[in-house]
């Protein structure tokens, strides 16, 4: 599967007196604010691996990574996909999927997770025509449906924002609407912290307000301009986010850029970054 191109709004993501204080009763006696090996989003690497798939898993691992979310599987069948994981060391908890896929193939989906090792399936994406307030609903009640059905197999389903998903509608806004009208223990939510900020939401807020919906965040920076850089480089607190995801119930951290430069060069910057902050 391949993302679309979109445009980051300007926003601004200030913490706040309210969340500032939440953080610090978080932070009282935490340890290390990493809650699991890092990880990474393989759309990072993805030319890379059009190219290479097993050459570009060995490089990711030999950065650091021992997790890796997956964004398709490249020409490979799901056995062989699994084989250059296990080759490389690296596992692969969870994996972004379409929705329409989610809607007319999810045995499919259920069976090729179960042969990755996969256990979340996030859908990533709404087309334009799903973005409003019934199309949310709709979302929302596929969404909870497919999450019945997928925990029979031991594995969640759940979703990933982007900036749109903030944006007023006539009832509140898509997001509202998606952690409203799911239960928690058959819908998870993935937090894309750049595109969070990017539509006005402070992530720290949401991890206070939506504690334990959480369950992984794509750490992806953003500078004071709007441009996504690698982690470190912008201005996203990953480690008040972190120790305050570590609070609530989070479990994997996914690092990410949508158009690197260098991808190599790039994940390894955000790996170095994040890891500092187990320190």
């Not at 949508?258 to 500092?276: F, K, M, T, V």
């Amino acid at each position: 599967m391949r993302r679309r191109a979109w445009i980051a709004r300007a926003a601004a993501g200030a913490i706040g007196v309210a969340g500032a204080r939440w953080l610090a009763a978080c932070a009282r006696g935490a340890g290390a604010a990493l809650p699991s090996p890092l990880g990474v989003q393989l759309y990072t690497v993805r030319a890379l691996l059009a190219e290479d798939i097993p050459g570009t898993l060995g490089k990711v691992a030999a950065i650091g990574y021992r997790e890796v979310e997956l964004a398709g599987l490249h020409g490979a069948t799901p056995t062989a996909f699994r084989a250059h994981l296990d080759d490389a060391g690296l596992v692969a908890p969870s994996s972004h999927v379409a929705l329409g896929e989610v809607r007319a193939d999810l045995d499919r989906l259920l069976e090729d997770a179960s042969t990755l090792g996969v256990r979340m399936l996030i859908v990533p994406w709404l087309d334009a025509e799903e973005r409003s307030a019934e199309g949310y609903r709709k979302v929302a009640d596929d969404l909870e449906a497919a999450g019945s059905r997928a925990s029979e197999a031991g594995i969640r389903v759940g979703y990933h924002n982007q900036a749109y998903d903030h944006d007023p509608l006539d009832s509140g806004t898509g997001w509202d609407l998606l952690l409203q009208r799911t239960e928690p223990s058959l819908v998870t939510m993935q937090m894309d912290a750049y595109w969070a900020v990017a539509g006005g939401i402070d992530p720290l807020a949401a991890l206070r307000d939506h504690a334990g919906r959480f369950t992984s965040i794509h750490a992806k920076d953003r500078s004071a301009d709007g441009a996504m850089v690698d982690v470190g480089d912008g201005t996203i607190d990953f480690a008040a986010i972190l120790v305050a995801g570590r609070a609530q119930g989070l479990e994997h951290v996914f690092a990410e850029h949508d158009e690197p430069r260098d991808p190599l060069a790039s994940i390894r910057s955000s790996y170095d970054h994040l890891a500092a902050l187990e320190s």
